[in-house]
């Protein structure tokens, strides 16, 4: 089996099972919210807190299909959180969580067919071959830009970002999820390279309060430490979801690329194929090391007020970028 090369990573079906344990253990349900390109359920679990009307809080993985280590560090989230293990516990007091495994169910189909191996754009992209993370609208009519790795408008490219803001099912049922649903913190997994990256704001408070919350997360990992990605000239709008969920859904949101930079790079020189350039050998240690910062990045992002407050208190605090 081409496919024990992935090992230990979920088969979809190993996946899917993962999640129905997970709802029955944590005593939440699964919820449908669209379909992929090629008819795949758009899975997320929820998990109730221990009290009812609890602010909800999101964590999706896998917008990339290849990058697995997403998937294992979202289950392992709600497994914490199931089992009120730690300051998980602290959150269930707090909050419902809601997990979804994977954004992008045909690339991670596609990516697991094909033992991790194929051009990066194919196992990546949707079954369109769009980048759903460069396919949300771009917040404050901002410009597309020309720097490597905002997005392409040529299809076939890695980052191909699609015929038109949310083209696609996968990102638009986020979308609607999120008008549905008023989230008080996002986190969204990504893999490799070991940082954390804020949605973009150009106010003073909410980028402190970036900074604060990245912080946090750092704090918390038991071994590594990610730093805080938010160089203002680089990270320009690229139609990623955490700037759409910030400026548009009223929710503070991160990207976590896990791994560190130099475990990244160590594995990257000698990996067999693109997936084992994404994703860590041994996903636990990861688990183990990232789940307490997702933990306390939502602790204390449920202690702010929403982004839409911060700017109505200070409408001409702006950033120069
Ligand atoms: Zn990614």
Redesign the pocket.
């Known amino acids: 089996m081409k496919q024990a090369e992935l090992a230990p990573y979920l088969s979809p079906e190993a996946r899917a099972t993962q999640l129905r344990e997970l709802a029955n253990q944590g005593k939440g349900e699964i919820v449908e919210i669209g379909q992929s390109v090629l008819g795949r359920p758009l899975e997320i679990l929820r998990l109730p807190g221990n009290k009812p009307e609890l602010p909800p809080v999101l964590c999706t993985a896998d917008?990339?299909g290849l990058?697995f280590i997403g998937t294992q560090v979202a289950l392992g989230l709600a497994r914490n959180f199931a089992e009120a293990k730690d300051q998980a516990g602290l959150l269930r007091e707090q909050a419902e969580l809601w997990v979804m495994p994977s954004a992008n169910p045909d690339a991670y189909a596609r990516t697991w067919e094909q033992a991790g191996r194929g051009k990066l754009a194919e196992l990546r992209c949707n079954a369109h071959g769009v980048d759903l993370?460069r396919n949300f609208p771009l917040p404050h009519q901002a410009k597309t830009s020309w720097l490597p790795g905002t997005g392409s408008s040529k299809k076939g490219k890695a980052t191909y970002r699609g015929p038109k803001a949310l083209s696609e099912p996968e990102s638009s049922a986020l979308d609607t999820l999120m008008s549905r649903y008023q989230f008080t913190a996002s986190a969204n997994l990504?893999?490799f390279m070991g940082t954390i990256i804020p949605a973009r704001v150009t106010d003073k408070p909410s980028y402190a309060h970036y900074k604060d919350l990245a912080k946090t997360f750092a704090k918390a990992q038991t071994k590594t430490r990610y730093r805080r990605l938010a160089l203002r000239h680089f990270d320009v709008f690229t139609g990623e979801l955490e700037d759409h969920q910030h400026h548009v859904h009223n929710c503070w949101a991160i990207c976590v690329e896990h791994q560190s930079v130099f475990a990244s790079l160590r594995q990257h020189l000698r990996a067999p194929s693109p997936f084992w350039r994404f994703n860590p050998r041994q996903p636990n240690r990861w688990v183990e090391n990232d789940v307490p910062g997702l933990v306390a990045y939502f602790l204390r992002a449920l202690n702010l007020p929403p982004p839409d407050a911060l700017q109505a208190a200070h409408p001409n605090a702006k950033i120069p970028s």
């Open positions: 917008i990339h990058e993370n990504h893999a």
